[in-house]
């Protein structure tokens, strides 16, 4: 799902908002919810890293995932470094998954897995089928004289 994320700074109030918004249609967004900050908390939060940071822009409403915090943290700072108002940050979770390099690793490995799985049945006799279980599997049932099946 593809976001946005708007950092407004209102430097007469001293406040940040945090603004979510997400792709309702190709193109068009819109807002699902917003959060007020303390502007000087956060000034002073993220000079102390990256860690507090996180700790105070979680919310019960707003509480993103550590690849998302840290990317709103980058924004963030950004933001405060180049003294702007407002930064706009587009997210699409699919880059929080695993890179595509990881994916053709695990296909080389899966190679590896088909060789050990396949089997030849020309290996196998009966006889040692019965090593494996010696008991007689066949079903063994008969039609009850009252059942339905006897027509």
Known sequence: MRQKFTFEI???KGKLT???SAEADPGTFLKLHFEEYDLEEMKAVAV???DAFIEILRRKNLFPSL???EKLFGAF??????GGE????DYD???SFPSLEVAEAEEDEDVELDKLLSTDDNDLSEDDIKEI???DDTPKFQIDKNSEQEN
């Open 93 to 95: 979770d699919i880059d």
């Open 10 to 12: 209102d430097a007469k």
């Open 48 to 50: 102390k890293g990256q």
């Open 67 to 69: 690849f998302l915090a």
């Open 18 to 20: 945090l603004s979510e």
């Open 77 to 82: 700072t950004s933001l405060i470094a180049e």
């Open 133 to 135: 279980d010696p008991e």
């Open 86 to 89: 407002k930064l706009v940050m």
